[in-house]
């Protein structure tokens, strides 16, 4: 990877063809998107301690057939993006804008079954502040707002993720982004890996804790 | 040092402003010294609101009720704290000097991503108009403290989600700011920059960087679970659905105690470059104080829980926390040292930037002490939640952050506008400003000793003398800041032409002519030698 595009060995480089430098500054973003999320894993872990058979109790409540398909779905479509980043690099562009549009169709297919996800949990009365909720156990009530903050965050990530492939996509077919040029576009991948991992945390601290 | 390029009939940045004109010509630009610029202007005009919020607290507390109601003060206190760390001293020196001279310092034509540091202020602009306009708006100023502690900050209805949501965006401008550092300083230094021959400022800048890269998005997801809290009613800080309010405490000073570092940091780095300088002497361990600077950004994370001794917490974590606070003393203390030997034996010209320099080692070795005092256990009990931490943080961040920005101010002025500005009103101006603070400051000391509350609208009769004392001070030193800056806002336009090296100094910002052109080096410096050397 390297021998082909870090045309810059010395320090001083031209801004734009920086090849290390963007992935750097990539990397960087991703840690700070680590400790954002940090924090609530922190409080997830915290209030699990405190509230152990409750949070147990109600991951049960979750859909766990919607939760294992929808992992499956992003892990599938992190290997499509993986793809599309070799397809582009051999010169194929044609196949990496269709990979890159596989990946946008995984993803908005999450979106629609966690949006299933929530009404189902809405209809019956399930959400923040909500008067079924505030009936339950404290556990309980933290659960389900754990659940949605972190899902829902997470979802948000995972739509900005879907826009920002839509215009690589754009600019895959337009040669902004080339064989010769690619980072944005393996930028682009590395934070919908990211996104990838956090799901690979929160199904299991969600669904599978029964 | 790389041969002088310089010719005087080179345009300056000033007058050189790319695609755009007028005022676009700044606000859309991607030169790091155009955006130093914005980012200087702006911060100060910040800091003047905080300046006069703050006196009007103190016009308050020779009289209180006579001129501001409860309710005023309460927002009073918590704008002022809010403008004075989200939107002055936190971007302070990083934003604003260190746009202008990182990529200088290393040699290289910008920073690493110049569009996206010009996002960032943008988000900075955005982010400080929202903090301003939660003041104005209908609901009420937030009355919260700056802390924002739950469940007060949840319950009332003040305009707390405006200004959380400001703070948002301006974290996001400082994370995006210490990523496009931390990427530049590896990956844009000139041929032979190695480590080891970067000027101190960039070390204390990289350490600066990291700590608002690994910090701020903590405080960004705190922020906005209180905005969630307020909006959706989801409990994690709220007891009564089983949430706790002390998580709240914890996650904020995760952020906010290596904020305290984000603030102080630069300005340890903009005196080591002075100190040199003004003595024309190679600085006293280079190494060291290069390494005090990770040393401290390192146990900055790991000492939050000394906000909290009096929240509620086990025996054993706040004999840990206590210990790491001891520690930090330790970078602390190696840097003053360092700073002082350099002195000794050197040829020191005692000119204004150095005595902003003289005042910060003096003022911010006082902080340093009653940081100890008040992270001993036993003391804290008694001093937590008084003046003695107003105190204290004062010291700290205008006596230390604030006097180094200052001194940055005066050094790098001539390079920055091209002028000079008038010594001997600087010299008179830093007297009274250093004046003025002390008495202001330090009756807080003794007010908190005394076992007066920090944040109260009303005292007993018996604080009254040093209250009174305090309010003198503020206004004394109000008006050494209306001669330092009535002083360079006269200089920007009547001073004198700067020569390219009025100092003598010896990095390279000094071959630049004053001031520099749009690209600062024609041809890309070779650097030969270390950063401070003098004949």
Known sequence: MRNTVDRNEGSISEKHLDYAGAKMGMWIFLFTEILFFGGLFLLYSVYRVKYLADFHSSASELDIVLGTANTIILLTSSMFMALSISSLRKGRKGRSILFQLITIGLGVFFLVNKYFEWSAHIHQGIYPDSPVLLDMARGRIIFFSLYYVMTGLHGLHVLIGVAIIAVMAAFTQRETVSPLDFVKLENTGLYWHFVDIVWIYLFPLFYLIT | ?535
């Not at chain 2, 036993?378 to 008084?386: D, V």
């Not at chain 2, 700290?396 to 002028?419: I, Q, V």
């Not at chain 2, 209306?482 to 100094?505: D, H, V």
């Open chain 2, 1 to 535: 040092m790389p041969a002088e390029s310089m010719t005087t009939s080179e345009r300056s940045y000033l007058q050189e402003g790319g695609r755009f004109k007028g005022v676009f010509s700044w606000i859309f630009t991607t030169d790091h010294k155009r955006i130093g610029i914005l980012y200087l202007a702006s911060i100060f005009t910040f800091f003047s609101i905080g300046v006069i919020i703050g006196l009007l607290m103190r016009l308050n507390l020779i009289e209180p009720g006579r001129f501001i109601s409860e309710r005023t003060y309460n927002s009073l206190f918590t704008v002022h704290g809010v403008i004075q760390i989200f939107l002055f001293i936190i971007p302070g020196i990083p934003a604003s000097f260190g746009n202008f001279f990182l990529p200088i310092h290393l040699g290289a034509r910008d920073v690493a991503f110049p569009r996206l540091n010009i996002f960032s202020w943008w988000l900075y602009i955005s982010g400080g108009a929202l903090v301003i306009l939660s003041i104005f708006l209908p609901g009420g100023a937030p009355d919260t403290g700056w802390t924002f502690y739950a469940p007060y900050s949840i319950r009332t209805t003040s305009n707390v989600s405006l200004a959380a949501s400001g703070i948002f965006i301006v974290g996001f401008s400082s994370i995006l700011t210490g990523l496009n550092f931390v990427t530049t300083i590896h990956r844009l230094r000139a041929p032979g920059m190695t480590w080891f021959r970067m000027p101190l400022f960039i070390w204390s800048l990289y350490a600066t960087a990291w700590t608002q890269i690994l910090a701020t998005p903590v405080l960004a997801i705190t922020l906005l679970l209180l905005i969630l809290e307020r909006s959706f009613g989801i409990g994690f800080f709220e007891p009564l659905k089983g949430g706790d309010p002390i998580m709240f405490e914890h996650l904020f000073w995760m952020y906010s105690h290596p904020a305290v570092y984000i603030m102080i940091l630069p300005a340890m780095g903009v005196v080591s470059e002075i100190f040199p300088v003004f003595s024309r002497k190679n600085i006293f361990g280079y190494k060291a104080v290069a390494f005090s600077s990770l040393g401290i950004a390192f146990f900055g994370y790991l000492v939050w829980g000394h906000h909290m001794f009096t929240s509620g917490m086990s025996d054993i974590s706040r004999v840990i926390f206590s210990l790491i606070t001891f520690l930090v003393a330790v970078p602390s203390g190696v840097k003053v040292f360092n700073w002082i030997a350099t002195m000794y034996k050197g040829s020191v010209r005692v000119d204004s930037p150095l005595l902003f320099c003289l005042a910060f080692i003096f003022l911010f070795s006082i902080a340093g002490l009653t940081g100890l005092i008040i992270g001993t256990l036993s003391l804290n009990l008694y001093l937590h939640g008084t003046y003695f931490i107003v105190g204290h943080f004062h010291y700290t961040m205008f006596g230390g952050a604030g006097f180094g920005f200052f001194a940055g101010l005066h050094y790098w002025f001539p390079k920055m506008f091209g002028r000079m500005f008038n010594e001997r009103a600087a010299k008179i101006a830093w007297l009274i400003m250093f004046i003025g603070f002390n008495i202001l400051y330090f009756s807080m000391f003794l007010l908190g000793l005394q076992g007066m509350p920090r944040r109260y609208f009303q005292y007993l009769p018996q604080f009254r003398m040093n209250h009174i004392l305090s309010t003198v001070g503020s206004w004394i030193l109000a008006a050494g800041l209306l001669i330092m800056f009535g002083n360079l806002i006269r200089a920007l336009f009547r001073g004198e032409k700067a020569p390219a090296n009025p100092w003598g100094g010896s990095t390279l910002e000094w071959t630049l002519p004053s001031p520099p052109g749009r690209e600062n080096f024609r041809e890309t410096p070779v650097v030969r030698g270390g950063p401070y050397t003098f004949e």
